[in-house]
């Protein structure tokens, strides 16, 4: 496997208290890119201890070491994959980064950022990614 995609999604999982509980999932892109769902786990936190364990699974399982792990911003999950993973990069998920970003503009100003920072992102040319984010830069400035 090449990379690793981890997250904790929230669903209700019992109708009485409507009380929503994290999902820990993994998903691995092998290099023929073929998408697997490798592990869930409930997790009632999302904390460093949790996660290590939900890794620990997976490797006590035969998980070989990913070259990439993507996944957000939480501190317990980046704690967590720097002990189980010292050997892998870790980037963080751009959809979670898009939606911080998003949080914190206007409408207008999502409108008109957004696309131009999944440009850079998605750039394979790092002097047109340059280019792109040098005009974000003065669209912000303004």
Known sequence: MIYLFVDGVYESLRRVTGRKEAILCAWGILATGEKI?????????????????FFREMQNR??????????????????????????????RCIAHKLRNIANKLNEDGQQRLLP????????????????????????TVR
Request: proline share 4%; hydrophobic share 40%.
């Open 37 to 53: 769902m490798l592990h869930l786990s409930l997790g009632n936190r999302e904390n460093c201890e949790t996660w290590t364990e």
């Open 116 to 139: 131009l920072i999944k440009d850079v992102y998605y750039q394979t040319d790092h002097a047109i990614a340059t280019m792109i984010a040098m005009k974000l830069i003065l669209f």
């Open 62 to 91: 035969g998980l070989r070491v990913p070259m990439l792990i993507i996944s957000d911003g939480g501190p317990g999950l980046k704690k967590a994959i720097e002990d189980c993973f010292p050997e892998s990069k870790r980037q």
